[in-house]
């Protein structure tokens, strides 16, 4: 199975400040059709995940532009511009691209 | 708008069976991919099962390969994992997940509300 190592596990971060989550896959994400299928999910508390990032830097529907991806075959980042309060959460890469689909572990996100 | 309701979770005794639905609706369901992920109490995402728009590609996590089935029926929008043999380590709030696209690769862009399920004597 692919593991999807995140870092860091825990983001205490000051409104208005930016914030970066790594992830890391043990193997490519690239697919046989060539696309590469490593997303990012948010989950704040009590909710279920939602969609943030998909294919590495495309931002899902409704998603603000301070969210961004970028990265390529083994590693990834997600990036949060500027912080605001409505981000705390817990935040996983996921990939989709060979079976089984696995997560990381998760990065919480906390206001200081 | 875009919708997930799982049903069909609740308290089931080790090494009995319980049946999950996914009841969809604001898409055309037979043009994507779906999925079940669970999460343990207080734990991460684990993805469990995932099936293509036409069950041709059908997939299923190590930890439950032989003992959970999934299957969908397009005609009434519904998504379905008949599991058996539960056991205490499938405790989880379990999630329907709809795919980007028609094939099972791709990943997931919308989430039901998820069912527990709670595997105790």
């Known amino acids: 199975d692919i593991v999807m190592t995140q870092t860091p596990l825990s983001s205490p971060v000051t409104l208005g400040q930016p914030a970066s989550i790594s992830c890391r896959s043990s193997?490519?994400?690239?697919?046989?059709?060539?696309?590469?299928?490593l997303s990012w999910l948010q989950q704040r508390p009590g909710q279920p995940p939602r969609l943030l990032i998909y294919q590495i830097s495309n931002r899902f529907s409704g998603v603000p532009d301070r969210f961004s991806g970028s990265g390529a075959g083994t590693d990834f980042t997600m990036k949060i511009s500027r912080v605001e309060a409505e981000d705390v959460g817990v935040y996983y890469c996921m990939q989709a691209t060979h079976f089984p689909f696995t997560f990381g572990q998760g990065t919480k996100l906390e206001i200081k | 708008e875009v919708q997930l309701v799982e049903s069909g979770g609740g308290l089931v005794q080790p090494g009995r069976s319980l049946r999950l639905s996914c009841a969809a609706s604001?898409?055309?369901?037979?043009?994507?991919?779906m999925y079940w992920v669970r999460q343990a109490p207080g734990e991460g995402l684990e993805w469990v099962s995932g099936?293509?728009?036409?069950?041709?590609?059908?997939a299923y996590a190590d930890s439950v390969r032989g003992r959970f089935t999934i299957s969908r029926d397009n005609a009434k929008n519904s998504l379905y994992l008949q599991m058996n043999s539960l056991r205490a380590e499938d405790t989880a709030l379990y999630y329907c997940?709809?795919?980007?696209?028609?094939?099972?690769?791709?990943?997931?862009?919308?989430w039901g509300q998820g069912t527990p399920v709670t595997v105790s004597s």
């Open positions: 604001g898409f055309i369901f037979d043009d994507y991919a």
């Open positions: 193997q490519s994400l690239v697919h046989s059709d060539g696309n590469t299928y």
């Open positions: 099936i293509s728009w036409n069950s041709g590609t059908i």
């Open positions: 997940a709809k795919g980007r696209g028609y094939s099972v690769y791709g990943g997931f862009d919308y």
